[in-house]
């Protein structure tokens, strides 16, 4: 294992969607045991310089491996396909109407004050997001199909965007 | 069977040789110093046998600054010299700060960090820090019998880069030597956690007198992990205080106060205010200057409703926190109180109604951060055995961002992200022949630069001249385990390394601690010249100390003549460290750090392979077979 090691070498997990996620936590945790900045606070210098970029390195792997959508990115990545920005003109219209939609229904209640209904689209889609998971997964167990998968990757980048949005009115009518 | 053995590069030669260390809770209202002594968190008094310091300076024309208890009996006598809830200021602009018209302080109107004038000149809020923990550091020395290794530091969770920074600046100054700037609500669940074995999902309600924050932790085996963290660093016991105060005036209908009266009043409100976690009514009596007598009596009712608002505005924080967590009330397993201010019994009843469980009170809520503190410092300054330790890994509390075209924010490194973090962004030229770009760094969740922080503005400088967008310069951001930022540049294409100068929207710059550093030491009974000798010595003992233990444990890694090499710089650091030349121990120092520079990434390595072949201790024979498998891999 190397600092310049992928993300899942340097857990040693195998490069694949469906991950173990407590393998990943217990590993992450093993090695950040090793690395982390307090076990070296009464170090020198260079070890502390080392150890601060050791615990970033792995901090960052961590992080993209741990949750589905950063994960499939950094695997597509990995396979060499540029899944890019959300970016509208890529997107097929009947993609692009759905989203509106969503849209409406998010300002509208955001409008009315409605935590409630904003609660619902939340539930909603978490739940429609969680199928396009699964159906993702499906596109990266064998045999991979890299270029199905990057479309995928892209409508649930749209799809995280939307439900941070609903968060985020959640939370300005919170306040 | 050699290759199982853990090595643990944080492990100190000599275990039983017990290094100083303490912990240190830098309050709005009060500090605390406490250490750990014969494997118990204890606090340490002043010789009066008081625990508590109160966060009061007093500067007078000439003398020595009064901190503590005697500057506190002078408040209303001298109001404008007496400087309380100094943190409030810390890394804050003078627009920063409230009810600015109704403190008794001469604010100086330069921009960035508020400055006082004091009848010893104008002071800093690190200068005025720096005279509480200089104060604290002279207590545990004389308690301790000796120089401390370092320092934990403990600042709320949200504060942002300004005031971390401050902070540090502030103990610098004090003569500590800071091991780590401490999240408070971190601090506590450690001291909670360890106490009481906790394992599940903790919150951890921290109301101060000036501060508030809330973290949601996952304690597992030995790991205290930061799920969010939320709060307002403007808000604690202080603005309860307030209230009270308001109330008195309209109540008993006073005229435009002194600033003397002024003080005296918001002594009055605190009193009632402690005296109503007691008791269902509080007197309130004060005779004037003005000749004007105050007797009133503050119930608990009427106390509940004139602080209904600020009660509520903690708990919004507690549902951004627990969203940010990916959590729901009934996941929360227990939520520990920190902070004078949650004595409140308003206060128990709302957190108690929001997590619908009783919170948990079995830990003294002023004395918990200044303990975990000190627990860590332990733990830092290696005093725990390898296996007996435990992990913290907190996050930063506000988004860092950049300003983009448009008075934008583009998020550089989210809320919540563990650290230390770093992130790399790319910039290029808009102009042929750009040569300087200018970034400005903010912090903050707002996407309009004017509602986020400003923390610094800086220039890359030396671009070579392109034409326009073909610069690829890339900027690195970095967040250290204190949750502060640092900022590196090099230009892609051609490998130019752009400097950085950052210049702190509400910080000192370099020069300005190193004046207050000559100014506090021609102010203080301590010998300079000695103090900052002893320091280096401490530092050569701890650096060829570390060392040697990493030659016991890893000596094989190094060529004869590499190890050699090594030996010769520890002997000459050795040699220079009885001596009375500061600077020839520094540069001793810096050549045994080069000579070993190369060591240490080779035992990082070697460390971090054993994270996992140690795992699989068990499986004795294949641990033996696979790990020399995979030392073939890296």
């Not at chain 1, 739940?127 to 995928?152: G, K, M, N, W, Y």
């Not at chain 2, 020395?141 to 300004?162: C, H, K, N, R, S």
């Not at chain 2, 000459?572 to 460290?577: E, V």
Request: charged share 25%; with cysteine.
């Amino acid at each position: 294992m190397n600092f310049s090691d992928d993300h899942f070498a340097l857990f040693e997990l195998p490069h694949a969607f469906r991950l173990d996620l407590g393998a990943l936590d217990l590993r992450y945790r093993e090695i950040q045991a090793k690395v982390h900045p307090d076990k070296f606070a009464h170090a020198g210098d260079a070890e502390r310089r080392l150890s601060l970029q050791w615990a970033t390195r792995v901090n960052e792997a961590y992080q993209t491996l741990k949750k589905p959508l950063p994960r499939a990115k950094y695997l597509l990545h990995l396979a060499g396909q540029d899944v890019g920005a959300e970016n509208n003109t890529a997107m097929p219209m009947d993609f692009l109407i759905e989203q509106m939609e969503w849209r409406e229904a998010v300002a509208e209640a955001r409008a009315a004050g409605n935590h409630h209904e904003l609660e619902h689209l939340h539930h909603r889609l978490k739940h429609d997001i969680s199928e396009r998971f699964e159906e993702l997964a499906a596109l990266f167990d064998a045999p991979q199909d890299h270029v199905q998968a990057t479309d995928r990757v892209r409508r649930l980048m749209f799809l995280d965007k939307l439900l941070f949005e609903i968060d985020d009115a959640i939370a300005a009518i919170d306040e | 069977m050699a290759l199982l053995q853990i090595a643990e590069p944080g492990e100190s030669a000599a275990p039983h040789q017990h290094k100083l260390a303490v912990g240190i809770d830098l309050g709005t209202t009060n500090s605390l110093v406490a250490t750990v002594r014969s494997s118990l968190s204890v606090v340490l008094t002043d010789e009066l046998g008081r625990p508590l310091l109160p966060s009061v300076v007093r500067y007078t024309a000439g003398g020595a600054p009064e901190v503590g208890f005697a500057a506190q009996e002078q408040q209303s006598v001298d109001p404008r010299n007496t400087i309380v809830s100094v943190k409030r200021f810390m890394g804050r602009g003078i627009e920063d700060i409230a009810h600015r018209e109704s403190l008794p302080y001469e604010f100086e109107t330069s921009p960035g960090m508020v400055r006082l004038h004091t009848a010893a000149g104008v002071k800093s809020p690190v200068e005025v820090s720096a005279d509480i923990l200089r104060t604290l550091r002279l207590r545990a020395e004389a308690a301790l019998g000796g120089q401390l290794v370092g320092a934990v530091i403990t600042v709320p969770a949200y504060f942002d880069d300004a005031q971390r920074q401050a902070t540090k600046d502030a103990a610098k100054l004090a003569g500590l030597s800071v091991l780590r700037l401490l999240n408070e609500p971190t601090a506590a669940a450690v001291a909670y956690g360890l106490d009481n074995a906790a394992e599940g999902v903790y919150a951890v309600y921290d109301l101060g007198g000036g501060t508030f924050d809330i973290s949601i932790l996952n304690l597992s085996k030995g790991v205290f992990e930061v799920l969010s963290t939320g709060g307002d660093s403007a808000l604690g016991g202080d603005d309860f205080d307030q209230r009270i105060f308001c109330w008195i005036i309209e109540a008993a209908k006073l005229k435009p106060l002194s600033i003397e009266d002024s003080r005296l009043l918001l002594t009055r409100a605190r009193e009632a205010k402690e005296y109503l976690t007691f008791h269902g009514v509080a007197p309130v009596t004060a005779r004037l200057n003005s000749g004007e007598v105050v007797d009133l009596k503050l119930t608990t009712e009427i106390f509940t409703e004139i602080s209904q608002t600020l009660v509520a505005k903690t708990i919004q924080p507690v549902k951004k926190a627990l969203r940010d967590a990916g959590l729901s009330v009934s996941e929360v397993k227990g939520v520990v109180m920190v902070g004078g201010a949650t004595r409140m019994p308003q206060v128990q009843r709302a957190v108690g109604e929001f997590f619908k469980q009783d919170p948990l009170n079995n830990l003294d809520p002023d004395k918990v951060v200044a303990l975990g503190a000190a627990m860590q410092a332990n733990l830092l300054a290696g005093n725990r055995a390898a296996g007996d330790d435990w992990l913290l890994l907190d996050v930063i509390p506000l988004s860092l961002g950049l300003e983009m075209m448009g008075g934008l924010v583009e998020k550089v490194i989210p809320r919540n992200s563990t650290i230390p973090a770093a992130r790399a962004q790319e910039f290029t030229t808009f102009r042929d022949g750009q040569t300087a770009l200018a970034v400005h760094i903010v912090q903050g969740e707002r996407e309009i630069v004017t509602d986020c922080r400003s923390l610094a503005r800086f220039e890359l400088r030396g671009i070579p001249p392109m034409v326009a967008g073909a610069a690829r310069i890339r900027v690195t951001f970095q967040v250290d385990a204190d949750g502060l930022l640092a900022v590196s540049a090099r230009e892609e294409s051609t490998g130019v390394e752009a400097s950085v100068t950052v210049k702190p929207s509400y910080g000192l710059s370099d020069d300005e601690i190193a004046g207050m550093l000559k100014d506090s030491m021609a102010h203080t009974r301590d010998d300079a010249q000695r103090r900052a000798l002893k320091e280096a010595q401490v530092e050569a003992q701890r650096l060829i100390e570390a060392v040697q233990s990493a030659l016991k444990t890893d000596g094989e890694l190094l060529s004869p003549v590499q190890l050699t090499k090594v030996e010769t710089a520890i002997a000459n650091l050795q040699a220079t460290a009885i001596g009375e030349n500061r600077r020839h121990i520094t540069l001793a120092m810096d050549d045994l750090e080069a000579e070993t520079k190369e060591f240490a990434a080779q035992r990082m390595n070697k460390s971090i392979h054993n994270a996992f072949a140690g795992k699989r201790i068990e499986e004795l024979e294949e641990v033996a077979g696979s790990a020399k498998g995979k030392e073939g891999c890296a």
